[in-house]
Every structure is written in C-alpha cells, then in structure tokens.
C-alpha cells in the first residue's frame, strides 16, 4: 500500500481487499473465493445499474430504492 501511495497507482485499495479476502490454503480454495468476489461485484454493479435505470425520474423510487437498499 505504501507504494501505491507513493506512485499513486489507481485502484490500489483492490489489491488490498484482494489480498486479505483470497485464501492461499490451495489453488482450488484461491479460484473459488476469487470467483466468489467476481460474482459479488458484478450483482453489486448489475444493483446499481437497475436502480439508476429504474429511479432515474422518479425522486420520491430513487428515495425509496436507496432506503431499500441499505436494509
């Protein structure tokens, strides 16, 4: 991390979650938790993009899509 601040290297902070979430016990435990966070963040993107598709009008959905969406 240090030397991602240093250079400034954009999305740093990935190589840092990835690092603590991956386990290393063998090659399959590290492909099924990397695929595991693939698929975590494709649904929290697919997320996103069907609640700016579907609120986008709409501040009173957009309002309530957000409360939803942080119970």
């Known amino acids: ?3 991602t601040m240093i250079f400034r290297l954009p999305y740093g902070a990935y190589g840092a979650i990835f690092a603590v979430t991956l386990s290393r016990e063998s ?3 590290t492909a099924k ?3 595991i966070i693939l698929m975590a963040f494709g649904l929290a993107g697919a997320y996103v993009i069907l609640g700016l598709m ?3 009008d709409d501040p009173a ?3 309530s899509w ?3 969406g942080f119970l």
């Open 1 to 3: 991390m240090i030397l």
């Open 66 to 68: 957000i409360i939803g």
């Open 61 to 63: 959905l957009r309002f």
């Open 33 to 35: 938790a990397a695929r």
């Open 54 to 56: 579907l609120a986008l």
């Open 27 to 29: 090659l399959e435990a």
